[in-house]
């Protein structure tokens, strides 16, 4: 069975870094881009950052550049979201996503999605 399990959310404090995973069981991640999204409370879920199947492109919102690092390690059938500086308007629930192509896309159109990992920025 396809699965994505996000992990290594939490709460942290403004300035404060986390990184999240987003582990595949039951196929592999090499063929798959991947997708990181957000949805805090009351708000439409927004695109975060996104890498293709081969890791040579990568996209970010703009609201996380320079602060957001995507990567993955295929053998390890992981992706990791490293987030730096975080503010409190980061808060929200992360979901990781993938789908079968080469290109990523910050728009929600991924086929399989994890259940997500909640992220808590406050002092």
């Known amino acids: 069975q396809l699965q994505l399990v996000e992990s290594g959310g939490g709460l942290v404090q403004p300035g404060g870094s986390l990184r999240l995973s987003c582990t595949a069981s039951?196929?592999?991640?090499?063929?798959?881009?991947i997708g990181w999204f957000r949805q805090a409370p009351g708000k439409l879920r927004e695109g975060v950052s996104c890498?293709?199947?081969?890791?040579?492109?990568?996209n970010y919102a703009d609201s996380v550049k320079g602060r957001f690092t995507i990567s993955r390690d295929n053998a390890g059938n992981t992706v990791f979201l490293q987030m730096n500086s975080l503010k409190p308007e980061d808060t929200a629930a992360y979901y990781c996503?993938?789908?079968?192509?080469?290109?990523?896309?910050?728009?929600?159109?991924?086929?399989?999605w994890g259940q997500g990992t909640q992220v808590t920025v406050s002092s």
């Open positions: 996503a993938a789908r079968p192509s080469l290109d990523c896309t910050m728009a929600s159109t991924y086929p399989f």
């Open positions: 039951g196929f592999t991640l090499d063929y798959y881009a």
């Open positions: 890498i293709s199947s081969s890791g040579d492109s990568t």
